[in-house]
């Protein structure tokens, strides 16, 4: 079992201690003050934000179950104090959830039929981080599906292009984008008649009905490579 060392124990005890304080001495319940307390364990990075509730739950010796109330309730209660700007929380989500690793994790709770729709799956266990992706997704116009796991979050290659747009992690530089697809991506109807257009007078639309079609495609076909240089190039941050 992994010990649980604070990172910055002064830190830790001065907020502890400032909001004891601004609430009035005695005046939290026994529950909310477990909840700071977790708050400020994953404020801290003592528990990481994104291990898993197995994970975590192990580092505090209770049950996954209790560790899930734990960071739904807590988030709720104490947000205050773990506050970041809507982007920055969605690159930090998104940085997570689309590594290689855990899309193949997900994709085993996502039903053919939906990948043959082009619904690509990620695995979010931290209850907030999936309510912020799913608020994002509605943001964006899209639907999140769930199928076999909550924890399972299945949206549409097409949707997660327009998350992309609206957040501005995708600049429309039709130019780039073609070059980049002509580098990456593998032979495809969609991609020659692009290519056979003058990049001068092509249309951002058209550009991404050419992603969005490829992407849906690496999905269905469980193409690894072609689906993760796709998604590279539409949230240019990942690793």
């Known amino acids: ?50 291990a898993s509730n197995h994970a975590a739950a192990a580092q505090l010796r209770v049950t996954p179950a209790k560790l899930r109330a734990l960071r739904r309730d807590g988030y709720a209660r104490w947000r205050q104090l773990v506050a970041e700007p809507a982007d920055e929380a969605l690159r930090r989500i998104l940085g997570y959830v689309l590594t290689e690793a855990n899309l193949r994790s997900g994709s085993r709770h996502v039903s053919e039929r939906s990948r043959n729709d082009g619904f690509l799956a990620v695995r979010i266990e931290h209850p907030d981080d999936r309510q912020q992706f799913e608020q994002a997704i509605l943001d964006a116009g899209g639907l999140p599906v769930y199928e ?21 992690f995708l ?69």
């Open 148 to 168: 076999r796991n909550r924890e399972v979050v299945a949206v549409r290659f097409d949707t997660l292009v327009a998350l992309a747009e609206r957040s501005g």
């Open 171 to 239: 600049q429309p530089d039709t130019a780039a984008v073609v070059d980049a697809l002509r580098a990456l991506a593998p032979a495809s109807q969609e991609l020659a008649e692009l290519l056979r257009k003058d990049v001068a007078s092509l249309r951002w639309s058209d550009v991404r009905n050419a992603v969005n079609s490829l992407g849906a495609k690496a999905v269905a076909g469980s193409a690894e490579n072609a689906l993760r240089g796709l998604l590279k190039l539409v949230f240019p941050f990942l690793p």
């Open 1 to 50: 079992m992994q010990q649980l060392e604070l990172k910055d124990p002064a830190a830790f005890a001065s907020e502890f201690l400032r909001q004891t304080q601004l609430q009035g001495f005695g005046a939290l319940s026994k529950r909310d003050l477990e909840l700071l307390v977790f708050v400020l364990l994953e404020r801290d990075g003592a528990i990481d934000r994104n």
